[in-house]
């Protein structure tokens, strides 16, 4: 049963992944990382064929060995979240401190983006 919670699990989030590439404020790579987990408790076949992925394996390879990401993929995560936070502030209107709340978070975020190393292959 749980082999099953997890393969569909696995695939949701892989789903969600590839949506995440073709929309550009959706993730990805944290998608794809959530689902390579998932395959690693349900299905070895998909989460070789996610690692092995020609253009999501070696992000993948990188956080499941190093807990590292790319340079070019830390700037776009910081660059996101500064956009996301604009837009929200230029639409929503929010009060000050809501402002500051979700500022906040998205610093917290970026931080802990911006300390994961990079990789070291």
Not at 59 to 84: D, H, N, S
Not at 85 to 113: G, I, K, N, R, S
Request: hydrophobic share 60%; charged share 10%.
């Amino acid at each position: 049963m749980a082999r099953t919670f997890f393969l569909v699990l696995g695939l949701v989030f892989t789903a969600l992944g590839i949506v995440g590439a073709l929309l550009p404020l959706m993730p990805t790579t944290i998608f794809l990382i959530v689902a390579a987990g998932c395959f690693a408790r349900s299905s070895p076949r998909l989460e070789a064929w996610l690692m092995d992925h020609a253009q999501f394996g070696p992000t993948l390879r990188a956080w499941r060995e190093q807990g590292a990401i790319p340079r070019p993929a830390k700037v776009m995560a910081c660059a996101g979240m500064a956009f996301g936070f604009v837009v929200f502030f230029l639409t929503a209107h929010p009060q000050v401190w809501l402002a500051l709340v979700v500022a906040a978070a998205l610093a917290a975020c970026a931080a802990f983006v911006v300390s994961r190393p990079s990789p070291s292959r």
